[in-house]
């Protein structure tokens, strides 16, 4: 008896991945398809509870059907006007009970399990920590990663090592984001007065070079919030290692190689460095920071947070940002700007980058 | 005196309406302004849909969609669900506990006119500058750094419509307690009295907080306050607070007369009593309790801390218990009943499997850390759909074919009601079913469009087909309706043939003072009791006598007609340049309290309906 | 039946604001509003605990440094002997004394007026000596929406009274305007109770710091 309950609860298992897995989205974006370790709790959450109220829904519907077919009226007798039955409305008052408490437990556990951050309050003495943190700071509509022990700033991309665990401070400086990875887990907002702490986690094995994590901003927060998408890179510890320290090897702006991306730089130099940095240390407040850190801008594979990164979009973008991000701080900071200067700006930005070929 | 017989013109029509006391006509004021909402905010979602037909649209602007989408919602909960339930509400519960009336008439008509006049502030906005547009939330960062009026529209807007829904539910609630005719307990009252009764309570509760939280948004942003500015020591997440203190009771507000209404519905077509009469009144008594204790579980994201989002989380939970107990009672209710498919019973039975599914996922979403996924993608928008639209609408849709005939005296084409339901029906599956899996695969709710090659793409087809045809079936009661009205065929007391409460011993519509005598009850379902025993009507309980009738009055309209000028003082008033801000914002409230103090010094003790006369209308067929 | 019907103090009965329908319902409609007015406080007594001492500069003054307990102590005493006579002024209805009744209720809008007074004064005391404003801080605006809503409870309150006072001075007491002293009296008590409310959460616990 025991081996067919086993077995039929196996093929219900099976049943139920084959349809998931018929929809379950795009791999780098959808929560179906879980890449990391909260993303996976989660998930499997999902599929537990999925499977209760499968259960429950089934016992309906067999009342419901089995109600419909028999009873319909058929003649003008008067039925039997029944009060109640104890039995019958204690059962179906304690089993839910155990449902929920059955729901309960895993729900509880996880609920501690993704709060746990005593991993980045552990201070050294110079006031940093062996974990990997970053601080989120979510901006209309931009996203900045500072990585305080590495003091390092970026802005738009993230980029963490794979199979450990990634501890976030998130906050936001003008009004409320939230900041989800659905394919790396759950969500968590960026208030304006409070830092929020969780950590999530990269599986080495779902993540694509040529599909990055999709990342977005979860909470409304003005008329760009469809368009506040980031772009999550994870990379092996060395090469994630190897990244922080060609960041960190960057203290002075990068001078532009070609002519034309001198031109670029001369311009950016007058109209954009009040806003953009091209130096990624954090030395500077957080609130002096107006506009993404643009270090390492030619290595980026999204322009404005959602746009494909080619030289085309980054013309579009720079020259009428309003159209590709409406609200957004940018429009109106710069005069117009001609062809030639477009291309000059152009050339720099995307020479901008800190990894070698 | 018998003015209800006469005919009229359409002035004296438009006066007596403007001045009425009387809950029926109070009922189709609240059911003719809820359903013009309800349109609207039909017409907002239509609009929406249209926009996310496909990927990159530019059907609506970023910043119109934004309006487009709290517009909606904030219509359609306190413009829409909350004025159509008020409306059943008052056209029946009196009826339905055997009262003359509601405790005050006069709050009545009041709280009618202040709901109006505060909508109608709300959708000027639409005209005057632009449309809120943080979302129904309104959290208050995103609301506190909005420039020009649309938030202003919606915080005065709301507050004056809020204050009308508040002395609506004390009214209720005095009206149950007080005024239930000879004979009926507490525990003989037919379960949408009970609903009401709770739902009353509920709403005595959580408006209050809403209230704070809007006069505290409203000084913030027209009266240089700081409640929710972090930078001069202010803090957000007050609102939040605030807004779902308030906000998880109101739905409850919602679906419990739903609930209240298809109990009801599976009593009278299935000709059996409501199996579980008692559970189902604990049941409703505890969600409504429970309604309090959870309303942190909008707020798992917002970083309250494990403890707060483990407890709320289980609390969450349970509340899957009670309601799982009204959803058996109600197919034992059918179970050995003889079923009749009428219209309302069609909405009542597929008011089950949509709800279940509402409620299923809502035990998924009350599961915290599932929820960090859930949270603000269109699995939520998918699941409160379920519940609202699957409980509610289903409900009041439901409501309106079965109390038509009590309150207009007609009953509604069933052909016509059956296309409605089952355009309405699919579409609505259509469109919400497919929404769990966009928020699964990603796709975040709010958003004014979304790029392609995500795989969203035929989801959001399939759900803006679905959204027309729930339009096209809201089009065919329409016309339902004005048939109905334009053939005008009067019918009887119990037009559905198993009445049981005793709303159905009464005529469509009932004489404005509606029992002649009070009725004696002598049971749950009186009126069944009585027809079971072969009676006509019920058994009086008291010898005929002159009845004390309130005197209809313009003061309501005029109170809340003071407020609706004061809004536009204090909106105004921070603009540049601006003189006549403060100017308008006193005399408004002063009109208010010079209104108030009209009524207060001028003694209105009523008038009396004399027995003679109320002998002359029994010949008329007239019965009560 | 008749509401107005000229009673002596033989007819009048014991419980002369409960006698019709009308008046049971505003009898227990009234109680109802107070509930909801509970919240009401209960919130704004929430969102000042929240905000209490938020400022944005430490050079602002916070509650320790702002409350004196004298002043605050004298308004809490006026707005108890208020609460005291009309309970006095209910007394005397009960009785069927209107002459005396009318008088408590005088006295009763006389301390109400001191304690307005005195608020007002304590208010413009903070703006002028502190520069503790609404506008100044979370902390103002927190303190000022919960005080001030207090105090303009206590200024319709008033009106409310005074109402009643002047509009029924020539006809004496009767069925039908019993119940109506008798809710704007209980409306005091609620006003007197919340008042005790906002002395031990705003005044004494901010002087503990």
């Not at chain 1, 390092?152 to 409320?176: H, M, R």
């Not at chain 1, 070609?258 to 091209?278: K, P, R, Y």
């Not at chain 2, 609102?239 to 109990?263: C, D, K, Q």
Request: net charge negative; with cysteine; charged share 15%.
């Amino acid at each position: 008896m025991k081996r067919l309950a086993k077995w039929r609860l196996a093929s219900l298992l099976a049943l139920l991945t084959l349809v998931l897995s018929a929809c379950s989205g795009q791999p780098y974006l959808s929560a179906l398809q879980p890449a990391g370790a909260v993303a996976k709790k989660q998930y499997d959450l999902m599929v537990f509870s999925t499977i209760i109220m499968i259960a429950v829904i089934a016992v309906v519907a067999v009342i419901f059907i089995i109600v419909l077919v028999r009873f319909r009226r058929k003649d003008d007798k008067i039925p039997k006007q029944v009060e109640g039955n104890h039995a019958m409305e204690i059962i179906w008052t304690v089993i839910p009970i155990l449902l929920v408490l059955v729901l309960a437990v895993p729900t509880v556990s996880a609920v501690f399990d993704f709060a746990d951050v005593d991993a980045m309050e552990k201070k050294n003495e110079d006031g940093s920590s062996d974990a990997l943190v970053v601080n989120v700071r979510a901006n209309l509509y931009w996203w900045e990663f500072e990585y305080p022990n590495e003091k390092i700033v970026t802005g738009q991309e993230l980029i963490v090592p794979t199979d450990e665990k990634v501890y976030f401070n998130l906050i936001a400086s003008d009004v409320k984001h939230s900041f989800w990875i659905p394919a790396a887990g759950g969500k968590m907002d960026n208030n304006t007065e409070n830092v929020n702490k969780f950590w999530l986690e990269f599986d080495s094995k779902k993540a694509d070079p040529d599909k990055l994590f999709q990342g977005r901003c979860a909470e409304l927060c003005g008329p760009s919030h469809a368009l506040m998408d980031f772009k999550v890179k994870a990379l092996p510890r060395a090469e994630f290692d190897q990244w922080v320290t060609d960041m960190q090897n960057i203290t002075e702006p990068q001078q532009a190689t070609t002519d034309l991306a001198q031109q670029g730089q001369e311009i950016f130099n007058q109209s954009c460095i009040g806003c953009h940095a091209v130096t990624p240390s954090n030395g500077t407040p957080a609130d002096a920071r107006m506009a993404p850190n643009l270090t390492n801008f030619g290595d980026r594979n999204i322009i404005a947070g959602y746009l494909e990164h080619n030289e085309e979009n980054l013309k579009n973008w720079l020259s009428d940002p309003e159209t590709y991000k409406p609200g957004n701080k940018m429009t109106g900071t710069y005069g117009e700007l001609t062809p030639e200067q477009l291309d000059a700006l152009t050339a720099y930005l995307m020479g901008l980058k800190v990894q070698g070929e | 005196m018998s003015t209800n017989a006469q005919k009229r013109g359409f002035g004296a029509t438009l006066w007596d309406y403007l001045t009425t006391v009387d809950h029926k006509k109070i009922a189709h004021l609240y059911l003719i302004a809820g359903g013009l909402f309800f349109l609207i905010g039909g017409l907002e979602a239509l609009f929406i849909r249209i926009q996310l037909l496909k990927p990159n649209n530019d059907f609506v602007s970023a910043g119109l969609f934004n309006e487009l989408l709290t517009m909606h919602g904030t219509t359609m909960i306190f413009l829409a669900a909350m004025p159509l339930v008020f409306a059943i509400m008052n056209a029946v519960m009196p009826l339905q506990i055997g009262a003359r009336d509601v405790a005050f008439p006069f709050l009545n008509s009041l709280g009618f006119w202040l709901f109006l006049f505060g909508g109608l502030f709300l959708n000027l906005s639409w005209f005057l500058d632009a449309a809120p547009n943080a979302g129904w939330t309104s959290y208050a960062s995103l609301s506190i750094a909005q420039t020009g009026h649309g938030i202003d529209f919606y915080a005065l807007g709301l507050q004056i419509a809020g204050l009308g829904t508040l002395i609506g539910g004390i009214n209720f609630l005095v009206t149950i307690i007080n005024m239930r005719a000879p004979g009926m307990t507490y525990m003989r009252m037919p379960m949408f009295t009970w609903t009401t009764f709770v739902v009353s309570a509920l709403i005595l509760f959580a408006f209050p907080p809403l209230t704070v939280g809007l006069f505290l948004m409203t000084f913030d942003r027209m009266f240089g306050a700081n409640f929710f500015d972090a930078a001069m020591g202010g803090n957000t997440i007050i609102w939040e607070h605030f807004f779902w203190i308030f906000g998880h009771p109101e739905v409850y507000i919602l679906i419990l007369p739903a609930f209240g209404i298809f109990s009801e519905i599976f009593a009278i077509f299935s000709r059996k009593r409501l199996f579980g009469y008692s559970s189902m009144v604990f049941a409703t008594v505890l969600i409504g309790f429970l309604g309090f204790m959870v309303w942190a579980h909008h707020m798992f994201t917002t970083g309250l801390g494990p403890i707060a989002n483990a407890i709320f989380a289980v609390a969450t939970m349970a509340i899957a218990v009670p309601t799982g107990i009204k959803i058996f009672n109600w197919l034992f209710t059918m179970w050995g009943g003889s079923i009749r498919f009428t219209t309302p019973m069609l909405w009542a039975v597929a008011f089950i499997p949509s709800f279940l599914m509402g409620g299923v996922t809502g035990v998924m979403l009350g599961s915290a850390a599932q929820d960090y996924q859930y949270h603000d993608t269109y699995f939520v928008v998918a699941h409160f759909h379920y519940v609202i639209v699957g409980g509610v609408v289903f409900a009041l849709f439901a409501g309106a074919h079965l109390y038509w005939p009590k309150m207009f005296g007609t009953m509604l084409n069933e052909v016509l009601g059956k296309i409605t339901f089952v355009l309405f029906f699919v579409g609505f599956h259509m469109t919400f079913f497919i929404q769990h899996f966009l928020g699964l695969w990603g796709m975040p709710r709010r958003v004014f469009t979304y790029l392609p090659g995500q795989g969203f793409e035929t989801s959001n087809v399939v759900s803006s087909i679905g959204a027309f045809l729930m339009a096209a079936g809201v089009i065919v009661l329409l016309i339902n309706v004005i048939i109905t009205s334009v053939k005008n065929e009067k019918v009887g007391n119990d037009p559905w043939g198993d009445g049981r409460t005793l709303e159905w011993a009464l005529s469509s519509p009932p004489p404005y003072y509606n029992f002649k005598q009070l009725p004696l009850v002598r049971g749950l379902d009186a009126y069944w009791i009585e027809k079971m025993e072969g009676k006509k009507g019920m058994t009086p309980a008291e010898p005929l006598g002159d009845i004390h009738m309130p005197n209809n009055s313009f003061i309501p309209f005029l109170i809340s007609l003071g407020l609706f000028i004061a809004a536009f003082g204090a909106m105004y008033h921070g603009d540049e340049g601006n003189t006549w801000g403060i100017p308008v914002l006193i005399f408004g409230l002063l009109f208010t309290l010079g209104s108030m103090f009209v009524r207060s010094i001028k003694d209105d003790h009523g008038y009396h309906i004399p027995k003679e006369e109320l002998i002359d209308d029994n010949d008329k067929g007239v019965k009560a | 039946m008749h509401v107005e019907e000229k009673m002596t103090v033989e007819t009048w009965p014991a419980a002369p604001e409960k006698q019709t329908l009308d008046a049971k319902n505003k009898f227990l409609g009234f109680w109802l509003f107070l509930g909801g007015e509970t919240v009401l406080f209960a919130s704004l007594f929430a969102t000042y605990l929240a905000l209490k001492d938020s400022v944005p500069r430490s050079d602002m003054p916070l509650a320790k440094d702002l409350f004196e307990i004298p002043l605050v102590f004298a308004m809490t005493m006026i707005l108890l002997t208020s609460s005291l006579t009309s309970v006095y002024a209910m007394y005397h209805m009960k009785n069927f004394n209107f002459k005396k009744m009318q008088v408590w209720l005088g006295i009763t809008v006389i301390l109400g007026l001191a304690f307005l007074g005195l608020e007002i004064y304590e208010f413009n005391h903070y703006v002028h000596e502190f520069g503790h404003t609404f506008t100044s801080s979370a902390f103002g605006s927190a303190f000022y929406t919960l005080v001030g809503f207090h105090g303009a409870h206590v200024a319709f309150g008033l009106l409310w009274i005074t109402t009643l006072i002047i509009r029924n001075s020539k006809r004496g007491l009767n069925l039908y305007n019993a119940p109506k002293y008798y809710v704007a009296s209980l409306y005091w008590h609620f006003i007197d109770v919340v008042w005790v409310f906002i002395f031990t959460v705003v005044y004494l616990m901010g002087m503990v710091g």
